[in-house]
């Protein structure tokens, strides 16, 4: 698999979470063997071959009740029939290269805030899953799953990624394969990442930063900017106007772009068909406060909706991470 992300889908970074409970737990031992496996594949590579950064995980794979009387401890949530209308509130883990402990929700009595204690110490992050979750708030938690082999969660449930930014959270996109099949980095999902090298510390320190964008899978090129600042970040804007602008270079035609405010659309900028796409956008008379805003770029030729995991590996759409425009 490393191999495959390496020289097939042709990635830069690769981190393979197995979950630490699917039926039964995983181990210590096979955990400890994907890291080395990770540790094995990073670093300078032979001559020939391409360089690629493989970081240590896994998936948190808890469920939370949708029944307000249900103790979140009850096992009986965990698992299939999956009582009390249970619903995921999945992670993926990702450690720097010295690697994390294997928190297992089912021994630490489902409580996430455990995870998050663990993952601090480890230097580690986390990133929500699926088109259901609860957030808790904390540090590490530092983006939200878009999109996946699964599906596209944010057209199907846009208020369920819009409603934490509207209260305040400031969190990156993101999108991960999750494919239970052998096609790393052709699955239908992508993260794209600044980063000035590659290596854990600034992969790790870019996505803490949110300059990250998500796709369906395409290695589209995304550039966007509130002012000066990029993707990720927050500007004040004094006087309640912001310019927002976007450069974006498709694997294929660019159809169009549409610019989101607070979670609505306020701006759509259609293409001529080619590959290159760049606008710029002034939103003035902004009232006092914090506004979010985000770009969501479509190419050609969209993919067909396939059955289970099996998204098609190059999809259409992109989503920028948010920027944050402070107005006073």
């Not at 020289?7 to 699917?22: E, G, I, K, Q, S």
């Not at 110490?121 to 979750?133: D, K, P, V, W, Y």
């Not at 590959?275 to 479509?298: C, F, I, N, P």
Request: net charge neutral.
């Amino acid at each position: 698999m490393h191999f495959y992300a390496r020289d097939r889908a042709r990635l830069d970074v690769v981190v393979f979470t197995n979950n630490d409970f699917y039926n039964v737990p995983l181990t210590q031992y096979d955990f400890e063997l994907g890291n080395l496996f990770a540790s094995t594949f990073s670093g300078k590579p032979e001559s020939g071959e391409r360089e690629i950064l493989s970081l240590p995980g896994f998936e948190w794979t808890s469920r939370i009740p949708g029944v307000a009387t249900a103790t979140l401890s009850d096992p009986g949530n965990w698992l299939p029939p999956y009582r009390n209308r249970s619903y995921p509130n999945h992670r993926s883990v990702i450690y720097p290269p010295g690697g994390g402990p294997l928190v297992h929700f089912t021994e630490v009595g489902n409580d996430i805030a455990r995870l998050n204690e663990a993952v601090e110490r480890a230097g580690g992050i986390t990133l929500s899953q699926h088109n259901a979750f609860k957030l808790s708030g904390h540090p590490v938690e530092i983006g939200l799953e878009l999109t996946s082999g699964w599906s596209n969660y944010i057209a199907a449930r846009p208020q369920l990624f819009h409603a934490p930014l509207n209260n305040g959270a400031r969190l990156g996109f993101t999108a991960n394969g999750d494919t239970h099949r052998r096609a790393p980095g052709l699955s239908g999902a992508l993260t794209g990442i600044y980063a000035e090298e590659l290596t854990a510390e600034s992969i790790l320190d870019a996505l803490r930063s949110r300059r990250c964008f998500a796709t369906m899978g395409s290695q589209i090129f995304l550039d966007t900017r509130a002012g000066d600042a990029m993707m990720g970040a927050a500007t004040k804007a004094t006087d309640g106007s912001i310019t927002l602008t976007l450069h974006a270079i498709g694997t294929r035609p660019i159809t169009h772009a549409r610019l989101v405010r607070n979670g609505e659309v306020i701006h759509e900028v259609k293409s001529d068909g080619r590959h290159e796409l760049k606008a710029t956008y002034t939103d003035d008379g902004l009232s006092r406060g914090t506004h979010w805003y985000y770009w969501r770029v479509a190419q050609s030729r969209p993919g067909p909706v396939l059955p289970g995991n099996l998204m098609p590996a190059h999809g259409h759409l992109a989503w920028s991470s948010p920027s944050w425009v402070v107005v006073e």
